[in-house]
């Protein structure tokens, strides 16, 4: 299974001669002090400590259905995450039973009110994405109106497809500045249990095997911070910048005075999902 893993410089600069998602997260993601005290200013002064109220799960009971190319497969051993298996207590957790704990995150600045939060949401629906730009891994993260938001991994390695499909709700959003703001991660369900395994016959014959994935770059609990388009680079974290640079091609130095792409940051994963401008 592929584990999450931050991005450093000298991820960047080998991000382009890898040959799999696989390889890129298997960098070492635990950070020093010293790597900690490399972060933006920034980003310092916007996470914090403070605990926020738990929210409570909402497990996703609907099939998703196969790829438009697998028609009239056969599904089996597709481990779902439904109400009954919840009651029953082994699968209240998508990830085997076993809570996870995530770092500390915390929100600074002004609250939005209702209003100015609906509004936020409204303003900044619209598709996200995170990938390395080699590969056939990547993530879509579909942010919705009402601030709920669809995710979507996938990934492969020797003809075994490793998926995470979830849905969540964003809340308690704070105003940073005009340019940035916290957004909390109230809830986040799975439609697959964490490493189950299931395979689709095709009708060719041919098997398609699957494995259930944890999402990658955020989580139940996580503080993300969401920057505006025309940020200047400058004052941005390092991590959030490259995962722009790296998909485009383009190299460390040649970025943008300002930013040109809205975008989501986890500071706590050093991961980032970037505004759509592929179309």
Known sequence: MMKRRSLTAVVLAAAFLLPSCSSLRSVDRSRTEDDRAGQTEQTEQIVGSVQTEPVEETAVTETHSQESSVTEATETSAELITDETREEGSAAD?????PQTYDDAAQQGEPLSDEEQSQ???SYADTYYMSSGVGGWGVIFTLNADGSFDYNYHDSDFGTYYICHASGTLGNVCSVDDMSYTVFVADM?????VDSEWSVTDTDGSTIEYVGADSYGIHEGDTLIFYSAGMDVSGLPFD???WYLMPRAIPEGEEPD?????????????TAFIEDDYE
């Open 189 to 193: 369900s799975y439609e697959y249990r």
């Open 94 to 98: 998508p990830h085997d039973g076993q």
């Open 120 to 122: 936020f949401f409204a």
């Open 240 to 242: 959030y910048v490259t």
């Open 258 to 270: 300002v930013f040109p792409l809205s975008g989501f940051y986890n500071p706590a994963e050093g």
